[in-house]
């Protein structure tokens, strides 16, 4: 983390079908430009669903509403996409759900959309996701210094 503008690296993975002190307190909102709300979260939800360009799907666990996995920044030319995903109760993450998520989307982009590539960022720190984004073949494609910032605001 860059102490003098509170912004942390992100690293940036890729996968393919064919192999080839701070200033500011970081909490749970890294990266996010506006404080999250319930509708806000429904009017994206709704603007996603008509977007042609985007594929979200929610995360489950025991029937509950988890998580999102988001397929977004389709390109066709190339055959590629953008992931994201969250899981949003510290208390779903580490049992596996991420995991199963991550295999079912990936599967159903790569045949559905006929993709060759899905990239991401992912904060520098965040071990764990790394760790299982590596599992399912992601790549390492470089960083992104200072530009990721903390918090809101």
Do not use: T, W
């Given at each position: 983390m860059n102490a003098e503008t509170g912004r942390h690296t992100r690293t940036g993975l890729s996968t393919s079908r064919f192999p080839p002190s701070s200033p500011r307190w970081c909490g749970l909102h890294i990266g996010l430009r506006s404080e999250p709300s319930l509708e806000k979260t429904q009017a994206w939800i709704?603007?996603?669903?008509?977007?042609?360009?985007?594929?979200?799907?929610?995360?489950?666990?025991?029937?509950?509403?988890?998580?999102?996995?988001?397929?977004?920044?389709?390109?066709?030319?190339?055959?590629?996409?953008?992931?994201?995903?969250?899981?949003?109760?510290?208390?779903?993450?580490?049992?596996?759900?991420g995991t199963v998520a991550l295999r079912l989307a990936l599967a159903e982009v790569f045949e559905s959309l006929s993709l060759h590539k899905v990239w991401l960022t992912v904060h520098v720190k965040n071990v764990r996701?790394?760790?299982?984004?590596?599992?399912?073949?992601?790549?390492?494609?470089?960083?992104?210094?200072?530009?990721?910032?903390?918090?809101?605001?």
């Open positions: 709704r603007r996603a669903a008509d977007d042609p360009q985007m594929r979200a799907y929610a995360i489950l666990r025991r029937d509950q509403h988890v998580g999102n996995v988001i397929f977004d920044r389709l390109d066709s030319h190339l055959a590629s996409a953008r992931m994201s995903m969250y899981i949003g109760e510290p208390s779903d993450r580490g049992a596996g759900v996701a790394i760790r299982v984004y590596l599992k399912f073949g992601f790549v390492m494609e470089g960083s992104c210094e200072m530009s990721f910032v903390c918090g809101i605001g």
